[in-house]
């Protein structure tokens, strides 16, 4: 239980209705017109942000290397509910400020392929095939 609460994943309350204590999980809820249609601007909104910038320059400063490439697993918290899974189209514009990656990666828990931004341009990758268990 305490785990419970110290991870936000809940709150406690009293209930009017029984003896006792029940517990009700977080949500969220949000417009989901208020969230950019384009998933690049969501992508640009995350460039500011201190934990993403810290990976975009570790990415810039690797030495001896052919390409850069930044994977990416945006959290629940910072993805907005329409890409909640992988059914909206394909991005159009490029995303500001990640011109020294040449690749970005995405991939959602909630998805069921990668989205990847390279080449100035967007395109889904399904997952690869897992090999049968024989093969392994």
Known sequence: MNTFLA????TLRRSLFSAGVA?????????LDSAPADFSKVVESWHGQAHIASHIEKVRKTSDVSERHLFLVPLDEVLPGRFFTDDFETPQLPPQGFDDIDALWFWSNYWHRFLLFRDRSWRWL???ETPPESSR
């Open 126 to 128: 399904n997952f690869p």
């Open 23 to 31: 517990v009700y999980p977080s949500i969220r809820s949000e417009f």
């Open 7 to 10: 991870n936000g994943t809940g």
